[in-house]
């Protein structure tokens, strides 16, 4: 069964960088991609970028554009997310999907950043 | 860039049928596939629906999707409602750019 598995809770200060991790199995990696996609406290979703396993293709939200890059290992199956010049305003819970450019299905667990000084 | 407005909150008794819209401010609604996700309080969200109305394994047929091109609108349909349905939901969809969108979310109560 497919299965999307995140790396565990993470706290920065400002100004630092994140990296979560998204460890893939049960289908053939580089048929999909991930998408990336945050929700902050109490707040609705929001989408981030998108990634091709495949080729390494990226789609970045105008948001992000100059502070995050996607990426990922095909050896291991894995999605990295890395996120830099953070601030209090991206605590957020991050989810990687399952993602092939036009649609998703399966998530992951999500991700607790906390950004506290 | 599009964006996607549902209404912000629904209400429904048990038993009955709603319908959730999700309305493409611009470009077609058959331009590209929305989805649609549940997520109950404290939970991750899952896919109910993707590819406008196909059901992921596990999700029963209570779930449907829809597209209205003349409204430029996609829908979300629960019939049978039970209280494990009380959940935000959210419709997404793309541009042409691979740019991904989202509704600002749906708070459906069954009461």
């Known amino acids: 069964q497919v299965q999307l598995v995140q790396s565990g809770p993470e706290v920065k200060k400002p100004g630092a960088s994140v990296k979560v991790s998204c460890k893939a199995s049960?289908?053939?990696?580089?048929?999909?991609?991930f998408d990336w996609v945050r929700q902050a406290p109490g707040q609705g979703l929001e989408w981030m970028g998108w990634?091709?396993?495949?080729?390494?293709?990226?789609a970045y939200a105008p948001k992000f554009q100059d502070r995050l890059t996607l990426t990922t290992d095909t050896s291991t199956s894995i999605g990295y997310l890395d996120l830099r010049s953070l601030t209090s305003d991206d605590t957020a819970v991050y989810y990687c999907?399952?993602?092939?450019?036009?649609?998703?299905?399966?998530w992951g667990q999500g991700v607790l950043v906390t950004v506290s000084s | 860039k599009f964006m996607l407005t549902q209404p912000h909150s629904v209400s429904e008794s048990p038993g009955k049928t709603v319908t959730i819209s999700c309305t493409r401010s611009?470009?077609?609604?058959?331009?590209?596939?929305v989805q649609w996700f549940q997520q109950r309080p404290g939970s991750t969200p899952t896919t109910v629906i993707y590819e406008d109305k196909e059901r992921p394994s596990g999700v029963p047929d209570r779930f449907s999707g829809s597209i209205d091109f003349s409204s430029n609108s996609a829908s979300l349909t629960i019939s049978g409602l039970k209280t494990e349905d009380e959940a935000d939901y959210y419709c997404q969809s793309y541009d042409d750019t691979n740019q991904g969108v989202f509704g600002g979310g749906t708070k459906l109560t069954v009461l």
């Open positions: 611009s470009g077609s609604i058959t331009s590209n596939y």
């Open positions: 049960g289908y053939t990696f580089t048929r999909y991609g």
């Open positions: 990634i091709s396993a495949y080729n390494g293709h990226t």
């Open positions: 999907l399952r993602g092939s450019g036009d649609t998703v299905d399966y």
